[in-house]
T-cell receptor
Framework: EPEVTQTPSHQVTQMGQEVILRCVPI?????FYWYRQILGQKVEFLVS????????KSEIFDDQFSVERPDGSNFTLKIRSTKLEDSAMYFC??????????????FGEGSRLTVL | QKEVEQNSGPLSVPEGAIASLNCTYS??????FFWYRQYSGKSPELIMS????GDKEDGRFTAQLNKASQYVSLLIRDSQPSDSATYLC????????????FGTGTQLKVEL
């Protein structure tokens, strides 16, 4: 069964360092997303990406964050200067293009980011 | 603020019983509703989607939607210990692209 894959599974970094989280969405999906979940809290939307541009972003997704689809398979989330409060599990998700916006998202296993 | 509310639990049910999980949402423009299961330390796994009022059954799972009351529920029949997890309600708002707003989740414990 096709799946979303994410790397690394766990990254530890020092505050102020840049981090890049990588995702390979399901091959025929065209919508891509990043969500995050701080330990013990709800899953929160960060950004959605379609047709090589950001389609929507939340207030969490400030100038420290960026996304990119550098080739035909990878989808990356970059955090330029990490803060302690960026420590969370980051989930990549993808979905099939759907004019009815049914929103069936399929999530990767997540990348746990720990900022020290 | 578009909110999705769930009782955090834990909800404890004996093995073989029916587990009933509930969710309310604030935005009447919501069009699509999802239940995800999340095991501790793992990613959300889609188990049910529902788009119109009424019931939708898939195996041991039944999702129920009442848009007038802004209420969606998930019933799990013949609960098994492997069903022990946190169940996340997620809502997609009309015009919101495919962005999902999640509730905090209800922890379900199925006891032997």
């Amino acid at each position: 069964e096709p799946e979303v894959t994410q790397t690394p599974s766990h990254q530890v970094t020092q505050m102020g360092q840049e981090v890049i989280l990588r995702c390979v969405p399901i091959s025929n999906h065209l919508y891509f997303y990043w969500y995050r979940q701080i330990l013990g809290q709800k899953v929160e939307f960060l950004v959605s990406f379609y047709n090589n541009e950001i389609s929507e972003k939340s207030e969490i997704f400030d100038d420290q964050f960026s996304v990119e689809r550098p080739d035909g398979s990878n989808f990356t989330l970059k955090i330029r200067s990490t803060k302690l409060e960026d420590s969370a599990m980051y989930f990549c998700a993808s979905s099939v293009p759907d004019t009815s916006n049914t929103g069936e998202l399929f999530f990767g296993e997540g990348s746990r980011l720990t900022v020290l | 603020q578009k909110e999705v509310e769930q009782n955090s639990g834990p909800l404890s049910v004996p093995e073989g019983a029916i587990a009933s999980l509930n969710c309310t949402y604030s935005d009447r423009g919501s069009q699509s509703f999802f239940w995800y299961r999340q095991y501790s330390g793992k990613s959300p796994e889609l188990i049910m989607s529902i788009y119109s009022n009424g019931d939708k059954e898939d195996g041991r799972f039944t999702a129920q939607l009442n848009k007038a009351s802004q209420y969606v529920s998930l019933l799990i029949r013949d609960s098994q210990p492997s069903d022990s997890a946190t169940y996340l309600c997620a809502v997609n708002v009309r015009g919101g692209g495919n962005k999902l707003t999640f509730g905090t989740g209800t922890q379900l414990k199925v006891e032997l």
